[in-house]
């Protein structure tokens, strides 16, 4: 019985050990991560992975940029979501900073000092550098987690406290968002004279479609990490009628081309509003048709042109920590038309110009 016991707990031991092993990250594996808090020596930061990617206690990796080597470190606590990591070698503290997102890779476990005379070798070098660090530095001490403010180590409680009150800041890995923005009205006009039973209908609406998509910098901290670009194609068609029964519809396809400054606050910020300013330009094809009504001497008409124009303005984003997001802006908007008839040679020139407020959802990934 004694031994059948024994069996049964090491059965029991298998099946809750197994699940973590068949999820581990393998040596040479990279994963994305971001910083979510450093201590202030940086020799500590907690990153936004855990168990659910397939990290666990004692996993060695090295962070890396596109630079090169950042540091290596040591995973010492691991929730769910965060994970708590001892940097041993660091070889360039330049990107030991919140929000800062890297790769990192697993790699062979080695050997850690217990000579806290020897703990850690900085080598602060400029941030081209590049290069193996397997000859910088001596290994960190086991235990030096400095993250927590008595500066000892984070038990599991600790540890879900401390995941629970970092929240992430931002959404700055998802760099790419496309967003719609829709404008319709569907009424309809009929008129009809006091002298003749003939009447005229036409549509009375306006329809504005749009798709457009914007790309972020990953790198906020650089000279352009507040400016993105924005592309957009838009649907317009408007239809009137007027007294005398006579309609004109515009058809629209128009391109635009842009970029959105952020000048106050990054635009990966999350559950916060973000103004950003915004310039574009804009081509397309245009074509506008004229229908007779109660004047019955004219003809029906319609031309083909084709449009340009910019616009200008400013507005508020707010996303999501998921990604999803909505926007407004106000902005001012011109843009020329020029036409030639079809059955005649003029060449028209029109004009159309003012402010527009516009409201857009969104997704970023």
Request: charged share 20%; hydrophobic share 35%; net charge neutral.
């Amino acid at each position: 019985m004694h031994f059948k016991g024994i069996s049964m707990k090491f059965i029991l031991a298998l099946i809750l050990i197994l699940p973590t092993l068949s999820f581990a990250l393998e040596v040479d594996e990279k994963l994305t991560v971001r910083i979510v808090k450093t201590s202030e020596s940086k020799k500590t930061v907690m990153l936004n992975r855990g168990t659910e990617d397939g990290l666990v206690e004692g996993d060695h990796a090295k962070l890396i940029v596109t630079a090169g080597i950042v540091a290596r470190a040591v995973c010492v606590k691991v929730s769910p979501t965060r994970s708590i990591w001892s940097i041993y070698r660091l070889v360039n503290a330049d990107f030991i900073l919140n929000d800062s997102v890297m790769s990192i890779k697993i790699t062979p476990p080695i050997k850690i000092t217990k000579d806290e005379s020897q703990a850690l070798i900085q080598e602060d070098t400029p941030s081209t550098a590049t290069g193996e660090v397997s000859d910088l530095g001596i290994p960190l001490a086991e235990g030096a987690d400095d993250l927590s403010k008595a500066n000892e180590s984070l038990n599991n409680a600790e540890l879900k406290s401390l995941e629970e009150s970092t929240v992430p800041t931002s959404i700055v890995d998802k760099n790419i968002e496309i967003l719609g923005f829709l404008n319709i009205s569907g009424l309809s006009a009929n008129t009809k004279t006091d002298v003749s039973s003939e009447s005229f209908s036409n549509s009375q609406s306006y329809q504005h479609i749009g798709l457009g998509a914007e790309y972020y910098p990953l790198k906020e901290r650089e000279w352009y990490g507040s400016f993105s670009l924005i592309g957009s194609v838009a649907l317009i068609k408007q239809d009137s009628q007027s007294y005398n029964g006579a309609g004109v519809t515009n058809d629209l396809t128009e391109f635009s081309v842009g970029t959105n400054w952020h000048p106050t606050k990054r635009s990966s910020v999350a559950n916060d509003f973000i103004p950003y300013l915004t310039a574009s330009f804009n081509l397309g094809t245009v074509k506008s048709t004229y229908k007779t009504g109660t004047n019955l001497g004219d003809t029906d008409l319609s031309a083909d042109g084709k449009s340009n124009g910019f616009s200008i303005g400013g507005g508020y984003k707010f996303y999501t920590f998921k990604g999803f997001g909505a926007r407004f802006l106000l902005d001012y908007y011109t843009r020329a038309e020029k036409f030639q008839e079809d059955i005649k040679t003029n060449i028209h020139n029109k004009r159309v110009s003012g402010p527009r407020l516009m409201f857009a959802v969104s997704y970023r990934f």
